[in-house]
């Protein structure tokens, strides 16, 4: 994805491809550490270094008011709380057909996977959800900020050739783009909001796999998409390419 600007903070995804019929073994992913940031009370820490206190200045010197400011301070901790990943699921996506296929991966954290929620399919990785690919809890805890990313080139993909597995690991989290919380950190902008999807036995989605692509490897040209139905109460499952 040639002008797509990311500064890869942590992956979301740990991307390996093992072959069949021969097809060479590659590595493919951003990989520092967990894809949709596994923060955990990080926001809420901030978020207290950050917090002012009630009724600033008021003549009646409820300023110094120790409830006041406590108030504040759990306000605030609840706005910047964050849903962070319940563990993590992988995928194992196999070419079962002859075709010599891709999966585009953007700049890292687009992962080519949309999860069936109840309010409708929403993408298993943050990068559609943001531009910098940055999830909420990269920007809550202030490793990032809204926008400020550097050009990630030609962007990452696997090759998905006959007989070809690739290895897609979620955090079991579907992602939205959400305005950030001044509250919560400094600048403005949006982050991609994971919010935790329920362990299922028939959970729905859809892969997405590239049939042709540009110069570009994060990139399609041309794409296919596989529905698939696995069971989430385990720890992975497979799906089926034609």
């Given amino acids: ?3 797509r600007f990311v500064l890869l903070i942590a992956a979301a995804s740990v991307i390996s491809v093992s072959s069949g019929c021969g097809a060479s073994t590659a590595t493919a ?3 520092a550490s967990d894809a949709g940031g596994s923060s955990s009370g990080d926001g809420a820490a901030l978020h207290d270094a950050g917090s002012s206190p009630a009724d600033g200045g008021g003549p009646s010197g409820d300023s110094g008011s120790t409830s006041d400011a406590g108030a504040t301070s759990d306000a605030n901790a609840g706005a910047c709380a964050l849903d962070t990943s319940k563990g993590s699921f992988t995928f194992h996506v196999h070419n079962g057909g002859t075709r010599s296929l891709t999966l585009g991966l953007g700049c890292g954290r687009s992962l080519p996977i949309q999860i069936q929620t109840a309010t409708g399919e929403l993408p298993a990785g943050p990068g559609p959800e943001d531009t910098c690919e940055f999830t909420c809890d990269d920007v809550y805890a202030g490793h990032s ?3 400020a990313c550097s050009d990630c080139g030609p962007g990452v993909a696997s090759a ?3 007989g070809a597995t690739v290895d897609v690991t979620w955090d079991r989290r579907a992602y939205t783009e959400r305005a950030v919380d001044l509250a919560c950190t400094t600048g403005t902008g949006s982050c991609a909001w994971g919010a935790s ?3 299922a ?3 729905a989605g859809v892969l997405s796999v590239c049939t042709s692509s540009t110069g570009f490897p994060g990139s399609c040209t041309t794409s296919d998409t596989v529905a698939f139905t696995v069971d ?4 992975e499952a497979t799906i089926q390419v034609p």
């Fill in 160 to 162: 998905l050739g006959p």
């Fill in 197 to 199: 999807v329920a362990p």
């Fill in 145 to 147: 900020q809204p926008g």
């Fill in 1 to 3: 994805m040639l002008g």
């Fill in 201 to 203: 036995a028939s959970q």
């Fill in 232 to 235: 989430t109460t385990k720890s």
């Fill in 29 to 31: 992913g951003p990989g």
